[in-house]
């Protein structure tokens, strides 16, 4: 079976520029959850999303925005790109309860120049 | 607040001896606990998880970690390391009811040597 896939892999950005990251979910699985993982230290949470609904969100500013799909697939969009966005984006999928382990894609490493 | 703690950011330990990574966590009622390893440029991959139960937990690759309340910890080990362990270990906990915000703590790198 096919784990989460992310998509693309690399991206380069301008500053004031915006971004669309993708993340296909592990099949069945209905929860998706992105994080942002800078360079050296562990990654933080963004955004949680579960049967289309957000679920929870942490402490990033409004420029971040995302949404999930029929077909569980998920969206990250960021606005105004800053040059401190410039990170490893992961998306992870489980199955929505606290006991379900995330599972996480390869992650799309954005650059902002 | 839920916060985790790797106290060491950086390790080396030849090839074939013991490993114990460190891990403490802040969390007022039982935790959700675990490890993930992530290769350079990869995502993490789940290496072992503890829910309740046996406070020993067995994951793969060899690795075990054991859960101490008292201590608010829950330390990775491996008996015998191998040159392809070289990676960075994430130690995370999720408060219930959150399934996917996980808290991680700030890795430790593991290096081996010959």
């Known amino acids: 079976d096919a784990g989460v896939t992310q998509s693309p892999t690399h991206l380069i950005k301008t500053r004031g520029q915006h971004v669309t990251l993708r993340c296909s979910p592990i099949?069945?699985?209905?929860?998706v959850s992105w994080y942002q993982q800078v360079l050296g230290q562990g990654p933080q949470f963004i955004f949680q999303?579960?049967?289309?609904?957000?679920?929870g969100r942490g402490n990033f500013p409004d420029r971040f925005s995302a949404r999930q799909f029929p077909n569980y697939s998920s969206e990250l969009n960021v606005n105004a790109l800053l040059l401190g966005d410039s990170a490893l984006y992961l998306c992870?999928?489980?199955?929505?309860?606290?006991?379900?382990?995330?599972?996480f894609g390869n992650g799309t490493r954005l650059t902002v120049t | 607040a839920q916060s985790v703690t790797q106290p060491d950011i950086h390790i080396t330990v030849s090839e074939g001896a013991s490993l114990e990574l460190r891990c403490n966590y802040s969390?007022?009622?039982?935790?959700?606990l675990f490890w993930y390893v992530q290769s350079p440029g990869q995502g993490l991959q789940l290496l072992l998880k503890?829910?309740?139960?046996?406070?020993l937990v067995q994951g793969i690759k060899g690795f075990e970690a054991e859960f101490k309340r008292s201590q608010s910890s829950f330390n990775l080990r491996k008996p015998s390391v191998h040159w392809s362990d070289a990676a960075e270990y994430f130690c995370?906990?999720?408060?219930?009811?959150?399934?996917?915000?996980?808290?991680f703590g700030q890795g430790t790198e593991l290096s081996v040597k010959p």
């Open positions: 999303y579960y049967e289309k609904e957000e679920r």
């Open positions: 992870a999928s489980n199955g929505g309860g606290s006991n379900s382990p995330l599972h």
């Open positions: 995370a906990v999720v408060t219930y009811n959150q399934g996917g915000k996980l808290i």
């Open positions: 969390y007022g009622a039982t935790p959700y």
């Open positions: 099949s069945g699985h209905k929860s």
């Open positions: 503890y829910f309740s139960g046996d406070t």
